[in-house]
């Protein structure tokens, strides 16, 4: 059978999301789930909207998590979920002084604050789960693809 056609999936994404969660969410599997929580926490001033713990292992089941207007999933790491990595564009008013703090909570440098060709400020850092973060911010009010 051949995939639906776009005009007849259009509709599936016109469902109900919680608050902060878009068609896209992220869900990160960390092999020390704590250790990026805390970081997040410092690095992007991210805050803890909810916890599950497993009650047989004590480990996270899953954490979500919220920077800025966007949440997200975190847990253990297990099985075939071992050694997943992920990259993530975080838009910023400051990219400076928010690779600044990232480094300072730990985060290591992919690369320093620079003005790219494609009118983005941006930075590179990797977080200790291994993820990488770009933070950028246009530097004009256009989308990528004017």
Same mark, same amino acid.
């Given at each position: 059978?051949?995939?639906?056609?776009?005009?007849?999936?259009?509709?599936?994404?016109?469902?109900?999301?919680?608050?902060?969660?878009?068609?896209?969410?992220?869900?990160?599997?960390?092999?020390?789930?704590?250790?990026? !929580?805390?970081?997040?926490?410092?690095?992007?001033?991210?805050?803890?909207?909810?916890?599950?713990?497993?009650?047989?292992?004590?480990? !996270?089941?899953?954490?979500?998590?919220?920077?800025?207007?966007?949440?997200?999933? !975190?847990?253990?790491?297990?099985?075939?979920?071992?050694?997943?990595?992920?990259?993530?564009?975080?838009?910023?008013?400051?990219?400076?002084?928010?690779?600044?703090?990232?480094?300072?909570?730990?985060?290591?440098?992919?690369?320093?604050?620079?003005?790219?060709?494609?009118?983005?400020?941006?930075?590179?850092?990797?977080?200790?789960?291994?993820?990488?973060?770009?933070?950028?911010?246009?530097?004009?009010?256009?989308?990528?693809?004017?």
């Amino acid at each position: 059978m051949p995939p639906k056609k776009h005009s007849q999936l259009k509709k599936e994404f016109e469902t109900y999301r919680p608050d902060g969660f878009h068609t896209v969410s992220s869900y990160i599997f960390s092999e020390k789930p704590q250790e990026l !929580i805390d970081f997040l926490q410092k690095a992007f001033l991210a805050e803890e909207l909810s916890r599950t713990v497993d009650q047989k292992s004590g480990t !996270i089941a899953n954490c979500i998590l919220k920077i800025g207007d966007s949440c997200f999933m !975190i847990s253990q790491a297990r099985g075939e979920f071992l050694g997943m990595r992920a990259s993530f564009y975080l838009f910023v008013a400051d990219v400076d002084s928010m690779y600044d703090n990232a480094i300072a909570a730990g985060g290591k440098k992919v690369f320093d604050p620079a003005d790219m060709d494609y009118e983005d400020r941006q930075a590179g850092i990797l977080d200790p789960s291994g993820n990488y973060w770009w933070i950028s911010k246009r530097l004009k009010k256009k989308n990528y693809q004017d």
